[in-house]
């Protein structure tokens, strides 16, 4: 059986034309700075139910130009809400608008 080539010699191979290059020197290898404790905290992993927090939940998404976008993320800044309980307030102001309109016949 033939021995596999080296990267090396498959790269000299491929350069057979071409004067060999010098190999890039050697970076300077430098103590680390110890540490403080010999102990490493380990950080805990975290385990979360995929999809839990939006079991039940439809998302609805949009295209909106850059005003728009700037404008919700002052809203979301002034009102100290997420995306989705912006959206939920809006709705929610928008169909009480308009179940009003309905009730006193200005539809």
Do not use: C, W
């Not at 912006?86 to 179940?99: D, K, N, Q, S």
Request: glycine share 6%.
């Amino acid at each position: 059986m033939a021995k596999p080539a080296k990267a090396a010699d498959f790269l000299a191979k491929m350069n057979l034309g071409a004067e060999p290059e010098a190999p890039p020197p050697a970076p300077a290898v430098t103590a680390a700075p110890a540490a403080k404790s010999p102990r490493r905290e380990t950080p805990k992993p975290v385990v979360k139910a995929p999809g839990a927090s939006r079991q039940g939940l439809k998302h609805i998404g949009a295209y909106l130009d850059r005003e728009t976008v700037e404008k919700i993320a002052l809203l979301r800044a002034r009102l100290d809400l997420d995306n989705s309980e912006l959206v939920r307030h809006a709705i929610e102001r928008l169909y009480a608008a308009e179940g009003a309109k309905r009730k006193f016949g200005d539809a």
